[in-house]
């Protein structure tokens, strides 16, 4: 199982980013699939979850209204668009993959983990 995430970068306040995260080793269908963040200083905190399966999404409040979600099977793939950015958003984003029987936003739920891509959301 491996996951690779991408698209994170350097954005003013108020702009767009579209992470993606490229699964290989296993059918997204049986996973949940999670965005997590972490900031200098602070604990990983999650953002978003999507059961790939039937396509419920889940976000932490902090987002909700602003990122969305979103898996593309045939490419195996899930993209997680963030509008609307804020300097506190900035962080190293990580996907991260589980087989929950609920989908919940807590890292500790999630078995397999790509490396992360910085996120700087500054003017």
């Known amino acids: 199982v491996q996951l690779q995430a991408s698209g994170g970068g350097l954005v003013q306040p108020g702009g767009t980013l579209r992470l993606s995260c490229a699964a290989s080793g296993f059918t997204l269908g049986d996973y949940v699939i999670g965005w997590f963040r972490q900031a200098p200083g602070k604990e990983r905190e999650g953002v978003s979850c999507?059961?790939?399966?039937?396509?419920?999404?889940y976000y932490a409040h902090f987002v909700k209204g602003r990122f969305t979600i979103s898996s593309d099977k045939s490419k195996n793939t899930v993209y997680l668009q963030m509008d609307s950015l804020k300097p506190e958003d900035t962080g190293v984003y990580y996907c991260?993959?589980?087989?929950?029987?609920?989908?919940?936003?807590?890292?500790?739920?999630?078995?397999?983990w790509g490396q992360g891509t910085q996120v700087t959301v500054s003017s």
């Open positions: 999507i059961r790939s399966g039937d396509g419920a999404a």
């Open positions: 991260a993959a589980g087989q929950l029987p609920v989908a919940v936003i807590l890292p500790e739920f999630y078995n397999y």
